[in-house]
């Protein structure tokens, strides 16, 4: 049974902004089409030799967002939809284990920061395993966590270009106009319905009508 099923993908917070700015059917249609329980082929090549990810947990009133550091390959996916990543000596606060001993619920955030590789979001539930067999899949490993996760990619819209020192063209700038148009919106099942009023709607729509 996947752990996530019985919990929506939107709250009710989420849907009261996507009625405010028509913004319901733009995230259902990404709710159909992007999000997954099984990592596909290019997401398990590009965490598999990621170096870091951002991951943030909660419990009551603490939140904790940290970034994880390894070599290459220090993430290891070993189920369609379940990752791994030791936790490695560190200054003994115990934050992000602390709180997964708490509440499994985590957000886990892989990005390349070179302007073009997409974002991988992860919605997860952790645990965290001090077994020797686990310890053993991870070299230098003080515990390690896995998660089991809810997948939905984003685009790189607006991250930088930080080995080049490029900023992403499409963030709005006072006298440069209309930014271009992220690929998503061109998508045969977003670009007849993005909100009302998206500055990019027109654009889309005439680029497809016109090839």
Known sequence: MNVFEDRAFFHEGMREWQDRFDGRPT??????NRKHY??????IAFIERAPFFFI???FEDYVDCNIKSGDPG???IVGPNILEYPEYDGNSMYRTVGNITKNPNVGLLFVAFDGKSRRIRVNGKAEVLTDREALDRHYGA???VRIECEIYPNCPRYTPNLADQEPSPHVPREGDGTPPPPEWKTRDYI???LPAGDPHAGIVNEETSSK
């Open 74 to 76: 220090f993430i290891k």
């Open 56 to 58: 943030a947990s909660t």
């Open 142 to 144: 003080k515990m390690v």
């Open 27 to 32: 995230a259902e249609a990404i709710e159909r």
């Open 38 to 43: 099984a990592f596909w082929d290019d997401e």
């Open 191 to 193: 670009r007849s319905i």
